[in-house]
């Protein structure tokens, strides 16, 4: 028996199966009900007590030698079999790309615009301290103008909040920057009010600073009738309303004649034929002052937009909250690869 148990090993390591099938036949040879292998354990009862031990060992060893190489020579027939079904000439699956957001599209077309202008983007962060947010923009404490950004506080004193415009990015780029400037700051603000169709708790803003020795408020508003003229079209008109920023004097909100009806009047501009898209003015002296800037020798404008607004304004979006659902049927009707 142990001759027996010996040639079979020898014959173990010389398979040589030239297919998968000739793996599956020499398994039924060696390891079925009535291979080889198999009988052996059968005369195996047979052997004398003291015989046992040692064939016992020979025989399992043989048998896991006999299913280990069976186990080796199949996979090997499975990887050749999957690299013959590789056809290396068929074109390749179409990769679905995703669409850009359309805050993110009318983001990137504001900055494009005034970047041909001279500006370029500077970030900063979405919590703030005081300072940066009101401090430095001349709403002194107890300013009434704080309530009419409605601020959400992570901690008092210091008081630490969100910023609730990125006219925060400005104060960190006067204080740490010399002029002349001209930067736009996008970004996501956020201001503690209830959700609506109309209202959001965070929008997303883009804002500009230009500093420089004379700068007019004639270069103001000439930067934002180009803006206008090429966001919304050609036949754009614009028109500045006197109004009131602590950071700026003076301080205009700007309408742009409606690109709904051309400004003959409709629902949408409430038949006046204008809307309004920004706020801007002349940097105060005050906050060019508390940035470190020399108010006798430079002066700024600013301005400031609402991107939702201005998408709503190109796409007639009805309900702000579509923006922040992430609904792809909304989504996907703004294919774009830029
Ligand atoms: N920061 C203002 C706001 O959030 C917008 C603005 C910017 C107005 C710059 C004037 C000048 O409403």
Redesign the pocket.
């Known amino acids: 028996m142990k001759e027996k148990i010996n040639r079979l090993f020898d014959e173990i390591r010389a398979w040589a199966p030239a297919s998968k099938e000739d793996v599956e036949a020499l398994r039924i040879q060696y390891l079925s009900k009535k291979g080889v292998i198999t009988e052996l354990f059968a005369d195996f009862k047979q052997v004398s007590a003291e015989e046992k031990r040692e064939l016992g060992k020979m025989l399992n060893d043989l048998k896991n030698a006999a299913q280990d190489k069976l186990n080796e020579l199949k996979s090997q027939f499975d990887v050749a079999k999957e690299s013959e079904s590789l056809d290396l000439t068929r074109s390749a699956s179409a990769v679905h790309l995703g669409t850009r957001h359309p805050l993110t599209l009318v983001k990137n077309e504001i900055i494009e615009i005034f970047s041909r202008l001279g500006f370029t983007v500077a970030e900063g962060p979405e919590i703030e301290d005081d300072w940066h947010v009101f401090g430095a923009?001349n709403f002194p404490p107890e300013h009434p103008a704080r309530d009419?950004?409605d601020t959400f506080f992570i901690e008092k004193a210091p008081d630490i909040l969100l910023r609730?415009?990125?006219?925060s990015v400005?104060s960190h780029v006067m204080t740490t920057q010399k002029p002349p400037i001209r930067v736009l700051c996008p970004g996501r603000?956020y201001r503690n009010e209830a959700i609506s169709y109309r209202a959001h708790c965070f929008f997303h803003?883009v804002?500009?600073?230009y500093i420089d020795k004379n700068v007019s408020f004639a270069d103001l508003k000439q930067a934002l009738l180009y803006f206008a003229k090429e966001i919304f079209g050609e036949d754009t008109r614009i028109r500045l309303r006197p109004?009131y920023?602590p950071?700026?004097e003076p301080?205009?909100?700007m309408d742009i004649s409606c690109n709904i009806c051309g400004g003959k009047g409709c629902n949408f501009c409430k038949h006046t034929g204008w809307v309004e898209i920004?706020?801007?003015?002349m940097?105060d002296p005050n906050v060019l002052e508390a940035c470190g800037i020399d108010s006798k020798v430079y002066s700024g404008?600013?301005?400031?937009?609402?991107v939702e607004r201005i998408t709503n304004l190109k796409y007639r979006v009805k309900d702000l909250r579509m923006f922040s659902e992430n609904d792809l049927r909304f989504l996907n009707q703004f294919e774009s690869t830029l």
């Open positions: 923009l009419m950004q609730t415009h990125t006219s400005q603000v803003q804002e500009g600073l109004s920023f950071f700026t301080s205009a909100e920004l706020g801007c003015g940097v404008y600013a301005f400031g937009m609402g």
